[in-house]
């Protein structure tokens, strides 16, 4: 099984700028790997993905603020999240799938105060 850590979560005040990371505990390489976001008693829903290729998509809530991205080397997926806004506010998960299984961290709660 592989483990998933995510860190950089916090308080920003709108239109500020936080960087989520989320540290795999085996290679990343060319794997498909995303970010979520759950509100309070809401499903979770996609923010971005990466594609094994290196192709993304993002949530029409987050293009153009939002860039995902991985370091292979480190074994890392990044979320830059800039021009926050208050509903962006959720607790946000990395997701990766390998062949044969996938995995979840554990959260990280982003607050964007007004």
């Known amino acids: 099984q592989v483990q998933l850590v995510e860190s950089g979560g916090g308080l920003v005040q709108a239109g500020g700028s936080l960087r989520l990371s989320c540290a795999a505990s085996?290679?990343?390489?060319?794997?498909?790997a995303s970010w979520y976001r759950q509100y309070p008693g809401k499903q979770r829903e996609l923010v971005a993905s990466?594609?094994?290729?290196?192709?993304?998509f993002y949530a029409d809530s987050v293009k153009g603020r939002f860039t995902i991205s991985r370091d292979n080397a480190k074994n890392t997926l990044d979320l830059q999240m800039n021009s926050l806004k208050p509903e962006d506010t959720a607790v946000y998960y990395c997701?990766?799938?390998?062949?044969?299984?996938?995995?979840w961290g554990q959260g990280t709660q982003v607050t964007v105060s007004s």
């Open positions: 990466i594609f094994s290729r290196g192709s993304t």
């Open positions: 085996r290679s990343i390489f060319s794997i498909n």
């Open positions: 997701y990766g799938r390998w062949p044969g299984y996938d995995s």
